[in-house]
C-alpha cells in the first residue's frame, strides 16, 4: 500500500470526534465500540467523505477481532467464521494500516482501544517494535477491574496482559509484577457479599499465571471467609466454589492442616446438598451423586489428617446412605414409551425358516436365524442420530445397575465437540441401540419364534448337543460336557442354567485361541504372582478381533463386559444377576450366539471335511476336536 494512502488514513483521524464516537457507546466493551464505529464508518461514506469513513472502519474491524490470549503467535481471531467467508481477520490489515493503528493509538483515551491498537502494532507490524508492547500492556492494566467490565472483555485482556509480560524479555518482571499488584489490590478490596464470584475469579488468574505467593495466606483466608459466608446464606453452589479455591490457595502456604480443615468444609457442603436434595424435587438419584462427590473430596484428605476430622467415620455414612439410595434413584427413572413396531411379519418369517426341515438343516437355519449385527452400520446409524438430535450426544450420561450402583459414566460431546468424548458419546449411541433394540427385536422376533418350531418338529437331546460340542472347532477338548450342558439348558427353557455355565465357557474359549495366537493372556503382578485375565481385557486385544472377525468381537464385549451393554459376564461372576436377568432377552441371546459359534464352526469343518471325502475319494476318519486353530464363526 503507497504512502500516500497512509497520507489519507491520517488525514481522515481526527482525535476529538473519536472521542465522541467512544463516549456514544452503548457501552465500554469491543462489541459495542465496534457497532458504534461501523455507524460512524457508513456516515462518514453515506456523506461523501471516503478517508474519515475508511478511518472508522478500520477501527470497527479492530475492535471486531475476539481475542484469544491463550495463543502466542495469533492472540486475534475473527469473531464470526463461515464455511463460505469470516469476518475480518488481523491477517486482513496492510502493513500500512498497522503502522497507522501505532500513529494514532497514544492519541486515544479510551484504554480498551489504546490496548488493542498498539497489541496488533506489536503482533503483526514488521520489524517487531517492543516498544508497542510495553504500550500495550499498559493500556491493558488501566481497564478497570469490575464484575461488569470482567465478564465482558476484562478477563482476556488481563490474561493478555500478563501473556504479553512474559513474553518480552527482561522487562517481564517489572510488568508482571505491575499486573500482579493491580490485581491483589483489587481482590483485597471486593467482597463477595457485593460481588459474587468476582474475588474468585481475580484469584484464578493469579494461579493460572503463578503469581500471587507472597500474599497467598491473606488470599487463601479470604476465600474460606467468602465460602463460609455463603455456606451460612444457604448457597452452596458458591461456597463449593470458594472453598476450592481456598484449597488452592492454602496449599501454597503448606499449612496442610488448613488444607485438610477447607477440604473437609468442602465435603460437609455436598453432603448437606445431598441432604437438601432428599427434600426437594432433585430426589435420591441426584443426592447419591452428592453424597459420592463428599466421599471422593474427603479421600483427599491424607489419612494423617483424618482422624482431626473423623473424616473415615462420614465416609462410611455416605457409603451407607448411598447403598440405601440406590434402589431409590432406579424407582425416580421414568419409562418412555415409543411407538410400537409390529413384528408379526419377522415372527411369521421365522417360523417358516426353521419349518418342515431336518434336524441338522433346522438347526442351521435356527443358529443363522440372524446375522451377525454390523458394528460399522450401528455405528453409523448413531452418527446419523447424532445429527438430527445433537441433544441426545451433547449432555454427559449415568448408567446404573438394577441394584442403583453407577456402572459407567460417559461425558457428553458438549459444545466444543472434542473428538475424544465425540467417540464416547457416539458409544453410548451404539450401545443403546444394540442392548436396547437390537438385540431385544431379534429374541422376540426371530430367536424364540424358531425355537418354538424347534420344540414342535424336532426332539433334541443333550447327547445331539454334546456330538455338537465335540465336532466344533472352537470348543476345546475336555469342554465338551459342559458346552453340551449348557447348550441343551437353553434349548429346554433353562436359561438361567444355560448363561451360567456358557458364559465362563465362552471366556475360555477366548483366553485358549488367544494363546494358540501367541497372545499372551496372563499379568505379573509386583511379587511375581502371574495372574489370568478376566474377559473384558482379553476382549480389548487387538488379535481378539482377527481370530474372531469384528462383529462377533463386538457382540461378545457388548453382551458380556460392557458397562454400558448387557454386562452378563461380570453380573454372573459377581453374583449380581437375579433369576429374571437370566432370564432376559440378553441372556436368551447369548445363548443363541454360544450356539451360532458351535454350529457354524461345526458346520464349516464337516463342509471342509465333505469336501474333502469327494476330492480325495475316500474317508478322512473322524472330525477332529478343537485343536487351537483360529475359529470360524461364519457359515
Known amino acids: 500500500m ?3 494512502w497512509g497520507a489519507d488514513l491520517l488525514n481522515g483521524f481526527d482525535v476529538d470526534e473519536c472521542r465522541t464516537i467512544v463516549a456514544q457507546a452503548s457501552g465500554q466493551n469491543y462489541s459495542a ?24 472502519r478500520l477501527l470497527s474491524q479492530a475492535c471486531s477481532l475476539c481475542l484469544a490470549p491463550e495463543s502466542a503467535s495469533a492472540p486475534f481471531v475473527p469473531f464470526a467464521v463461515f464455511p463460505d467467508r469470516r469476518s475480518a481477520g488481523a491477517e486482513d490489515f496492510a502493513e500500512t494500516e498497522l503502522a497507522f493503528f501505532a500513529q494514532i493509538a497514544p492519541s486515544i483515551t479510551e484504554a480498551l482501544i489504546r490496548a488493542r491498537l498498539f497489541d496488533l502494532a506489536w503482533t503483526y507490524l514488521t520489524p517487531k517494535s517492543v516498544s508497542y508492547a510495553h504500550m500495550a500492556i499498559d493500556a491493558y492494566c488501566e481497564i478497570p477491574l469490575t464484575p461488569e467490565g470482567w465478564n465482558y472483555d476484562g478477563r482476556r485482556c488481563w490474561r493478555r496482559a500478563f501473556r504479553l509480560a512474559l513474553m518480552i524479555g527482561r522487562e517481564a518482571k517489572t510488568h508482571a509484577r505491575k499486573i500482579e ?41 479470604k476465600l474460606e471467609g467468602h465460602g463460609r459466608y455463603f455456606e451460612g446464606q444457604g448457597d452452596l453452589t458458591a461456597a463449593q466454589s470458594y472453598y476450592e479455591g481456598a484449597i488452592v490457595w492454602h496449599k501454597k502456604t503448606e499449612i496442610m492442616k488448613k488444607v485438610a480443615e477447607v477440604t473437609y468444609a468442602l465435603a460437609e457442603t455436598y453432603a448437606s446438598e445431598a441432604a437438601a436434595c432428599l427434600n426437594d424435587r432433585r430426589g435420591a438419584f441426584a443426592a447419591r451423586s452428592f453424597y459420592e462427590k463428599a466421599i471422593q473430596v474427603l479421600r483427599q484428605i491424607p489419612s494423617n489428617e483424618r482422624g482431626l476430622f473423623d473424616a473415615n467415620t462420614r465416609i462410611a455414612e455416605h457409603r451407607k446412605m448411598m447403598g440405601t439410595l440406590g434402589g431409590e434413584a432406579l424407582q425416580e427413572m421414568h419409562l418412555f414409551e415409543i411407538k410400537s413396531i ?10 417358516k425358516d426353521v419349518s418342515q426341515k431336518n434336524r441338522i438343516d433346522a438347526l442351521r437355519s435356527f443358529a ?3 446375522p451377525f449385527v454390523r458394528h460399522a452400520d450401528l455405528v453409523a446409524e448413531a452418527r446419523k442420530m447424532a445429527n438430527e438430535y445433537p441433544l441426545s450426544v451433547v449432555f454427559p450420561s449415568v448408567n446404573m445397575s438394577r441394584d442403583g450402583r453407577v456402572v459407567a459414566k460417559t461425558p457428553g460431546l458438549g459444545l466444543s465437540g472434542a473428538s475424544d468424548a465425540g467417540h464416547d458419546a ?43 460340542a465335540t465336532y466344533s472347532p472352537v470348543v476345546m ?26 458364559v465362563p465357557q465362552i471366556e475360555h474359549l477366548v483366553r485358549c485361541h488367544l494363546k494358540a495366537a501367541g497372545v499372551t493372556t496372563t499379568s505379573l503382578d509386583g511379587e511375581g504372582i502371574e495372574m489370568e485375565l478376566g474377559l473384558s481385557a482379553l476382549l480389548k486385544r487387538q488379535e481378539v478381533e482377527k481370530i474372531f472377525g469384528v462383529d462377533p468381537t463386538f457382540e461378545m464385549r457388548s453382551l458380556l463386559c460392557d458397562p454400558l451393554g448387557a454386562n452378563l459376564r461380570n453380573e454372573l461372576a459377581h453374583g449380581l444377576a437375579e433369576f429374571a436377568a437370566c432370564h432376559s432377552a440378553h441372556a436368551v441371546y447369548v445363548w443363541w450366539f454360544a450356539l451360532k459359534l458351535v454350529f457354524n464352526s461345526f458346520w464349516h469343518l464337516a463342509t471342509q471335511r465333505a469336501g474333502q471325502t469327494r476330492n480325495d475319494g475316500k474317508s478322512q476318519g473322524d472330525a477332529p476336536a478343537g485343536d487351537g486353530a483360529a475359529p470360524e464363526v461364519v457359515p
Request: charged fraction near 20%; hydrophobic fraction near 40%.
Open 2 to 4: 503507497s504512502d500516500s
Open 33 to 56: 465500540l465496534q457497532m458504534e464505529f461501523r455507524r460512524a464508518s457508513e456516515g462518514a461514506y453515506s456523506q461523501g467523505n471516503n478517508e474519515k469513513a475508511n478511518v472508522y
Open 181 to 221: 499488584k493491580r490485581i491483589v489490590s483489587a481482590f483485597q478490596g471486593v467482597t463477595a457479599e457485593e460481588y459474587g464470584y468476582f474475588p474468585l475469579w481475580l484469584a484464578d488468574i493469579l494461579t493460572e499465571f503463578g503469581f500471587g505467593q507472597s500474599s497467598a495466606q491473606s488470599i487463601a483466608e
Open 342 to 351: 409390529d413384528i408379526s411379519p419377522l415372527v411369521t418369517r421365522s417360523k
Open 368 to 370: 443363522n436365524i440372524s
Open 426 to 468: 457416539i458409544h453410548v449411541l451404539v450401545m443403546r441401540n444394540y442392548t436396547s433394540f437390537h438385540v431385544p427385536l431379534v429374541v422376540q422376533g426371530r430367536v424364540l419364534p424358531a425355537l418354538d418350531v424347534l420344540y414342535m418338529e424336532h426332539r433334541i437331546s443333550e447327547t445331539d448337543f454334546r456330538e455338537l
Open 477 to 502: 477338548p475336555g469342554r465338551e460336557p459342559l458346552w453340551s450342558r449348557g447348550l441343551f439348558a437353553g434349548y429346554d427353557g433353562d436359561f438361567a442354567v444355560a448363561v451360567h455355565l456358557l
